[in-house]
């Protein structure tokens, strides 16, 4: 499982499930470029929490039926030491792929997605 960029290699997008894909690891480049720009950015590593889910996992874990984690097109992404989720999603604001995609801000980690159905926000 090689290098996707500078700082992300493929396996930390690989699907967690249990007893079903065999942790595979579809993701889209849009969203590795995407990322890779956030981390130059703010400078500090980023943890991906959640990257590529199969159906099944999804299923499981209550994504949403039409998750944009089943195609690799999204990352949940826990806050390094020191930057907020909001802060996190001001700075993916700033990137053209999030900022017309999704982003969705949760107690400790952001849902970054590069959908191209238009841009969706949300908060939990």
């Not at 079903?20 to 849009?30: F, K, N, Q, R």
């Not at 929490?49 to 299923?59: D, I, V």
């Not at 930057?83 to 107690?107: H, K, M, Q």
Request: proline content about 4%.
């Amino acid at each position: 499982m090689g290098d996707l960029s500078k700082n992300f290699n493929r396996s930390e997008f690989a699907c967690k499930g249990k007893n079903c894909c065999g942790h595979s690891a579809a993701v889209h480049p849009d969203l590795v470029d995407a990322l890779q720009t956030l981390r130059d950015r703010i400078g500090k590593p980023l943890s991906i929490t959640s990257g590529f889910r199969c159906n099944r996992h999804n299923k499981a874990v209550g994504g949403a039926e039409q998750s944009f984690h089943t195609l690799g097109m999204a990352a949940d992404v826990s806050c390094p030491a020191g930057v907020s989720p909001e802060e996190l999603a001001v700075i993916a604001e700033e990137i053209p792929l999030f900022r017309e995609g999704g982003i969705g801000v949760y107690a400790s980690w952001v849902h970054l997605d590069v959908r191209q159905s238009g841009k969706a926000r949300w908060r939990s």
